[in-house]
Each structure stands twice: as structure tokens, then as C-alpha cells.
């Protein structure tokens, strides 16, 4: 019954390499969100989407590639990974798009790019 | 643009003690504010809110009180247990354009020693 859910948890791989993190709500909401958080633990949104919508493209690579089958799941892909990409991803989602509006994050996929 | 400026970790108490995490932020708006909380090795979840000011969020035993006037959103417990130990983040969700996001703070690693 995991609300927010993300495959896979652990993700190692090479530089240049191409991947990608999944993620799955279950909670009927209409609004989705990846998250890249560094080793520092500073946390910055990177995409939203809302209803299959891009809304929020906060000045990422163009390697990264989010992708919204439908308003339940929101994939991320990554080309030609680099050693800066390694991180925490945490996905969240929430009911609308309201300013009191809580996010719900899944429990994050660990990228470590060698 | 918006930010979030939380006390640096990481802080170190005693068990029963009296904790405060200082926050105050910078929004063009009238933002909500919010403190998530990071278990270690797992994602983040909503500790409490405030969605106007003057408003008190509270939950577990936390407090926080949304303070227009220092623009300040400070977690306070009275009496904290091991179970508390994680990183606590401050965050607060604008409007810009029409896109909602949330922008964090850098958290704050709390330890609670028995």
C-alpha cells in the first residue's frame, strides 16, 4: 500500500551511460514532482507536472527528460550521465497545485555515477 | 526570488531537551510554509504546515508559528526523544507564474543523544 513509490533504489553505472528512475503514485493525485537532492542534502525541484502537463522545467540539462505516461506515473530519464548527476532523486506528488497544497515523496533513488 | 535560510547543523542535544530550528524566508507573495522531515535512508515527510500568518502548525509534538512580520517559521519541541533524530527542512510553496513549487531550505541534522 506505498503511496509513492520509485524503482530502482539503488542505481550505479558509468558515466555516459543512459537511465532511467520510475515512479508511481497511488493516491489519485493530479500533481507530479522529481527532486534532486546532493550530498550536502540541499534539495531543488527540477520538473512538476500536473495531469500528464509539464508546469515547472526549473533549468535542467536537456539530459534529462521527464516523462508522464498518465497523471499515476512520472518516469525520468537520463542520457550521457555525468559525475555531477550523482545523487538522491526523490519523486512527490500531491493533490492539486494549491499553495497550502502537502507533497508526498517517495523514498528516493540513490544514482551514483562512476 | 524565494529562498529559505535555516540554522546550520548539525545539532546535538540531550534527550528531554528543548529544541528550536530557526527559519525565516524571503517570497514576492503570501507563501504557506512548511517543515518536512528526513529520516535517514528514507524520503521526506510532511511534519506540519501554515498556510497564512499568524497561523501554528503542529503535529508529534512540534510547534511552528508563521510570523509575517520577521518572516520567520521556527520549529520548536519541548522535550525531544531519540526517535526525533533526522533532518528537519524548512520549505515554503509560491506562486510564480502560475507554478506552485516548493523551495527548501538546506536542512538541519538533529541528533538526540539518550
Known amino acids: 500500500d506505498t503511496a509513492v513509490s520509485q524503482t530502482p533504489k539503488y542505481l550505479v553505472t558509468q558515466m555516459g551511460n543512459d537511465k532511467s528512475i520510475k515512479c508511481e503514485q497511488n493516491?489519485?493525485?493530479?500533481?507530479m514532482y522529481w527532486y534532486k537532492q546532493d550530498s550536502k542534502k540541499f534539495l531543488k525541484i527540477m520538473f512538476s507536472?500536473?495531469?500528464?502537463?509539464?508546469?515547472i522545467n526549473e533549468t535542467v540539462p536537456n539530459r534529462f527528460s521527464p516523462k508522464s505516461p498518465d497523471k499515476a506515473h512520472l518516469n525520468l530519464h537520463i542520457n550521457s550521465l555525468e559525475l555531477g548527476d550523482s545523487a538522491v532523486y526523490f519523486c512527490?506528488?500531491?493533490?492539486?497545485?494549491?499553495?497550502?497544497?502537502?507533497?508526498?515523496f517517495g523514498p528516493g533513488t540513490r544514482l551514483l555515477v562512476l | 526570488g524565494n529562498s529559505v535560510t535555516q540554522m546550520e547543523g548539525p545539532v546535538t542535544l540531550s534527550e528531554e531537551a528543548f529544541l528550536t530550528i530557526n527559519c525565516t524566508y524571503t517570497a514576492t507573495g503570501y507563501p504557506s510554509l512548511f517543515w518536512y522531515v528526513q529520516y535517514p535512508g528514507e524520503g521526506l515527510q510532511l511534519l506540519l504546515k501554515?498556510?497564512?500568518?499568524?497561523d501554528k502548525g503542529s503535529n508529534k509534538g512540534f510547534e511552528a508559528t508563521y510570523r509575517k512580520e520577521t518572516t520567520s517559521f521556527h520549529l520548536e519541541k519541548g522535550s525531544v526523544q531519540v526517535s526525533d533524530s533526522a533532518v528537519y527542512f524548512c520549505a515554503l510553496s509560491d506562486r510564480a507564474f502560475g507554478n506552485e513549487k516548493l523551495t527548501f531550505g538546506t536542512g538541519t541534522r538533529l541528533t538526540i543523544i539518550p
Open positions: 493516491l489519485g493525485h493530479d500533481t
Open positions: 507536472y500536473n495531469n500528464k502537463e509539464l508546469i
Open positions: 501554515a498556510t497564512k500568518a499568524d
Open positions: 512527490a506528488s500531491s493533490q492539486a497545485r494549491g499553495l497550502g497544497e502537502t507533497q508526498y
